[in-house]
C-alpha cells in the first residue's frame, strides 16, 4: 500500500502554467510539505520490502500526532 501521503507533481507548484515542469513527476510528502527524494519515495511507494509504517520516521511520526 502506497503511503497516503504522498503525492506526484508535474512541477514545483503543479501548475501546467508554471513554465517550471519537471521531466519526469517528483514525489511531495504532503506531512513533510516538501519534495522528496527518490529513496524515499521507494519507501513510501513500499518497494525493495521496505513499509513505510515501519521505515519512514516522517509516517511515524505524523501517526503519532493525530494519535488521541
Do not use: K, W
Request: glycine letters at 2%; aromatic letters at 8%.
Amino acid at each position: 500500500m502506497t503511503c497516503p501521503h504522498l503525492e506526484y507533481h508535474q512541477g514545483a507548484d503543479d501548475s501546467e502554467a508554471s513554465g517550471e515542469d519537471f521531466a519526469v513527476p517528483r514525489a511531495y510528502c504532503t506531512v513533510a510539505d516538501r519534495f522528496v527524494q527518490p529513496m524515499r519515495a521507494d519507501i513510501c511507494n513500499d518497494r525493495y520490502d521496505l513499509d513505510h509504517e515501519q521505515h519512514c520516521a516522517i509516517y511515524r511520526e505524523h501517526a503519532t500526532s493525530d494519535a488521541p
